[in-house]
């Protein structure tokens, strides 16, 4: 059945759930340039220095754990507003602390903003999104990640030269901007949390949310303003209503079933896998990383703020190939792409002196690392956890898949300096290529193709229902 969209109307939805994963990108990357000073004032060992990147993901982790069931409860626009309402706290909670210990308590808030937003903005992207365009549509929040991530980048490349060009007198300016610039780096994160905030009031609830709490009134008022015909509204509505079913089974029985427990399981590992593979580390620790390379100070930052703009870039490019490609080609080709920019990283750490390699060679191999991640699985898996699992219980399943997720984000966070420093960047770099294989044979044997099929299909196929 044809039906008119109103593909306006979808994308102001999906932009302004977006704007969550701009608040992820800022508060996830704003760290990295604040580690060395933060290091230096508060004398961190290498341990207490992975802490202090580490601490947000363990509110991350919790915020991911309950983030379905609340949304679940409550709803996809009142979670969002939560998480809003964290990012803002966080921000005036870090430029303020008074102590090493209030930072670590104010990031863990944060953190708690990131792991809900992880998994409520996606869900609602993929419920208001046509099957057509869903990728496109749920990859813009990858897009806005991105976005978040070049933000923190500039601002911190900005805060660092005034920082080394001014000078304030003694006031809040000073301390904010200069003797602590950290505290601007972190603080200014206020501003995008606000706008979050604000504008998360003018966006309905998810209509298929609504549907399976029985409010369909409220629903298919919804549904009219995505669907200009009423056979297209009655549509969506009879198909989501009947991927409910009957039986109103209990919600972790229906977790538990065979098929979708199965789902469940591929999305965890693929979620938990892809943190292994070298992208959080590059995020966090881009600056240190780069010093051990022999690019120090600003020309460290100005690398990372390289590494962010070829990180959107190629996601803007992965936007609009990724529901004419398919999910799984972007993992196939750029997957392979990482494996090859990860072994000629870790050969430039290994005997790139003896070689004549200069740090060219490896920005070469880093900028082209992460096109190859943002082209792939960066863009790729918040789309497929978005829409792996069954509506009734959507939110719950990908809370699990993102609890996966952001455990394995939190190793990385934590063990990065260690590895670093205990590893070699060589032998780092090395064992980041070596986890691409796993996850790339995962993607192949048990995943799916789920480009243009609708949520209500691919319930079908992990029900054993459709081939």
């Given at each position: 059945m044809k039906k008119k969209i109103?593909?306006?109307y979808i994308l102001f939805l999906a932009i302004v759930s977006a704007i969550g994963g701009i608040l992820f990108g800022y508060?996830?990357?704003?760290?990295?340039?604040?580690?060395?000073i933060v290091t230096q004032q508060f004398s961190l060992d290498t341990?207490?220095?992975?802490?202090?990147?580490?601490?947000?993901?363990?509110?991350?982790i919790a915020g991911a754990a309950f983030a379905g069931v609340l949304s679940d409860t409550i709803g996809r626009k009142k979670t969002m507003l939560i998480a809003a309402f964290l990012f803002c706290v966080c921000a005036a909670g870090c430029a303020e602390s008074h102590g090493f210990a209030h930072l670590v308590a104010f990031r863990i808030i944060g953190g708690l903003g990131v792991g809900i937003v992880s998994i409520v903005s996606p869900i609602y992207i993929s419920e208001v999104s046509t099957a057509e365009k869903r990728g496109t549509l749920v990859s813009l929040y990858q897009l806005a990640v991105t976005i978040g991530f070049l933000i923190a980048y500039l601002v911190n490349y900005a805060?660092?030269?005034?920082?080394e060009t001014h000078r304030f007198?003694?006031?809040?300016?000073n301390t904010h901007l200069v003797d602590e610039y950290w505290r601007g780096m972190l603080g200014s994160g206020v501003f995008p949390a606000l706008l979050f905030l604000i504008i998360i009031f003018f966006i309905p609830e998810s209509p298929k949310w609504l549907i399976t709490k029985g409010r369909g009134a409220l629903a298919t008022k919804v549904l009219s303003r995505i669907y200009l015909t009423e056979e297209g509204v009655e549509h969506e509505y009879e198909q989501t209503r009947a991927s409910i079913g009957s039986e109103n089974k209990a919600e972790w029985k229906e977790l538990l079933s065979p098929g979708i427990l199965k789902a469940v399981i591929i999305g965890s590992a693929i979620a938990i896998l892809g943190q292994f593979m070298g992208v959080n580390a590059v995020l966090y620790y881009g600056p240190e990383i780069f010093g051990k390379?022999?690019?120090?100070?600003?020309?460290?930052?100005?690398?990372?703020?390289?590494?962010?703009?070829?990180?959107?870039?190629?996601?803007?490019?992965?936007m609009f190939i990724i529901d004419k490609v398919g999910r799984k080609q972007l993992v196939y080709w750029?997957?392979?792409?990482?494996?090859?920019?990860?072994?000629?990283i870790g050969i430039y750490f290994a005997c790139g002196d003896s070689l004549g390699l200069g740090n060219g060679f490896m920005l070469t191999f880093f900028l082209f690392y992460v096109f190859c991640c943002a082209i792939s699985i960066s863009a790729v898996v918040f789309v497929l956890l978005s829409e792996m699992y069954p509506n009734s219980v959507r939110g719950t399943a990908m809370s699990i898949a993102g609890f996966a997720l952001w455990i394995g984000t939190y190793l990385i966070g934590q063990l990065t300096p260690w590895?670093?420093?205990?590893?070699?960047?060589?032998?780092?770099?090395?064992?980041?290529a070596g986890m691409c294989i796993p996850y790339i044979l995962i993607m192949w044997k048990a995943v799916p193709e789920t480009t243009g099929k609708t949520l209500e299909e691919i319930e079908e196929y992990w029900k054993g229902k459709r081939p």
């Open positions: 109103n593909t306006g508060d996830t990357a704003v760290i990295s340039g604040t580690i060395g341990l207490q220095q992975g802490w202090y990147v580490g601490c947000a993901l363990i509110g991350s805060i660092l030269d005034i920082a007198g003694s006031g809040f300016l390379a022999g690019i120090a100070g600003g020309d460290a930052l100005f690398s990372q703020v390289l590494v962010g703009i070829v990180n959107m870039a190629t996601t803007v490019i992965a750029g997957v392979s792409g990482m494996i090859i920019s990860l072994v000629m590895l670093l420093e205990n590893l070699t960047p060589a032998g780092t770099f090395f064992l980041f």
